[in-house]
């Protein structure tokens, strides 16, 4: 597999950063050299933050923010107001999306499929919290086929346990069972 860039974008308390290094832990559990860190502005909840991950099949030397990535994860609706959201997009992006809306056609001409999925809803529902993180790596799984269901929630377990852990793996396996992916 060639190696995949994947940017975060969400608010702080949403969970952006924590979703970047459970994909990185899903990757690495199918044995693929990952790389995943955050980018901060206003330290704050609520302002806009942006996490990355990559992953390939080979060793990843590059250490720099994600320019070009393959996919854009938006936690946030609010942010596709963001005229640079799109910004690096490759041609046949991939978009996957916290949203109620339906989207009868892309919301940029690089995005070529898109992963929809009140993903906040379904986080109320199954965490009783407004964290939607855990649905949208579900959503990625079965959008891109990148990493598995399987290993999307052996990621997961490296970062949460208990009951919090329970609740945010029926959360991921929502957003793999319920998005609705769109074409174009």
Not at 75 to 87: A, C, E, G, H, Q
Request: charged content about 25%; aromatic content about 6%.
């Amino acid at each position: 597999m060639a190696a995949k860039e994947i940017r975060f974008h969400g608010r702080g308390g949403q969970g952006a950063v924590l979703a970047a290094r459970m994909l990185a832990s899903a990757a690495a559990a199918e044995g693929k050299h990952v790389a995943s860190f955050p980018m901060y502005g206003f330290e704050r909840r609520g302002m806009p933050v942006v996490a990355f991950t990559r992953f390939s099949d080979e060793p990843i030397r590059e250490k720099t923010q994600i320019y070009t990535p393959d996919c854009l994860v938006v936690i946030d609706p609010t942010l596709l107001n963001i005229k640079t959201l799109f910004d690096g997009l490759k041609p046949d992006g991939i978009l996957i999306l916290n949203s109620p809306k339906e989207f009868p056609e892309p919301p940029h001409p690089s995005v070529k499929r898109a992963a929809i999925i009140n993903a906040t809803q379904v986080a109320l529902c199954e965490i009783g919290r407004d964290i939607p993180n855990t649905c949208l790596i579900g959503s990625l799984a079965r959008a891109t086929g990148w990493v598995s269901l399987e290993s999307v929630l052996k990621g997961l377990a490296d970062h949460l346990d208990g009951d919090l852990l329970k609740k945010n793996i029926r959360n991921a396996e929502r957003g793999y069972e319920e998005v609705q992916v769109i074409s174009w």
